[in-house]
């Protein structure tokens, strides 16, 4: 049986009388990989934020490996839940290895030096990563793919077996996107991890994915598997779009291009 990481009851996030999200309720898996899908707007980010109890929901409960998440330690939350934001973190004046050491704060007291167990997870995150010989390169001078393998590493370095991703491919060339979503598929197929990735690439990540949440105006326009996803008619309704979709050399799910001029 398949333990939930998360469960969401009803979740519903409002701020200064814009609805944000309403009444949001799935289960994710262990090991399970969810990609959240949906037009700007659609409260994608918010809800990872609420997963990392970055947002405050209004409405609603939210279960962490059957605990309620409003109560854990944060400390504890930390040590279970990694966020990789969208947006740039800062840290342009810290070399990589120190990037990525920092993200052991969890486990230490205020002041507290990097023990040996500490320096092991930094090494292994980096070599899983793959940025080990970046180690002493700093933060700021990185190319986008490197700058984003970093992140990960810092995150699979925090010790959390659970990964939330806001847009892990966005700005990057396609082979660094191949890099990076290689990354996940190998953190989530044969290192066990969870992934929840916010994107707006069907042709990427979709495809990697166990499942998928489709947002629209704050509430579940779909959630189920990516070939339920990929119909004509159900992503013109969640993006206001006409789409054709095309198959693809050797099968799996079909390459999703929009049409021109159909929409409102």
Do not use: C
Not at 71 to 90: E, K, N, W
Request: glycine share 12%.
């Amino acid at each position: 049986m398949v333990v939930a990481v998360f469960r969401l009851n009803g979740i519903g996030v409002r701020l200064n009388g814009a609805i944000l999200l309403d009444d949001i309720s799935f289960e994710l898996g262990g090991g399970e990989f969810l990609t959240v899908v949906g037009p700007n707007g659609a409260g994608k980010t918010t809800l990872l934020r609420i997963l990392d109890r970055l947002v405050k929901p209004t409405e609603g409960s939210i279960e962490l490996e059957g605990k309620d998440l409003a109560v854990i330690d944060r400390r504890q939350l930390a040590r279970t839940v990694s966020y990789v934001p969208q947006t740039d973190l800062g840290g342009s004046d810290f070399t990589v290895r120190a990037f990525v050491e920092m993200a052991r704060y969890p486990y230490l007291g205020l002041w507290e030096p990097l023990g040996t167990g500490d320096h092991e997870a930094v090494e292994q995150a980096m070599a899983t990563t793959e940025v080990v010989h970046l180690g002493d390169r700093l933060f700021g001078t990185l190319s986008g793919g490197e700058r984003q393998r970093t992140l990960i590493a810092a995150a699979v370095a925090q010790g959390g077996r659970v990964l939330l991703l806001d847009e892990p491919t966005s700005y990057l060339d396609y082979r660094h996107q191949v890099q990076v979503l290689n990354l996940l598929e190998h953190l989530h197929r044969d290192l066990g991890y969870t992934l929840v990735v916010v994107t707006h690439d069907l042709n990427a990540t979709v495809g990697y994915s166990d499942s998928v949440l489709a947002l629209k105006n704050g509430r579940i326009a779909f959630a189920g598997t990516p070939m339920g996803l990929l119909d004509g008619d159900r992503l013109a309704a969640i993006y206001e779009n006409d789409f054709e979709l095309v198959e693809r050399t050797g099968g799996g799910v079909p390459l999703v291009v929009p049409s021109r001029g159909t929409g409102s």
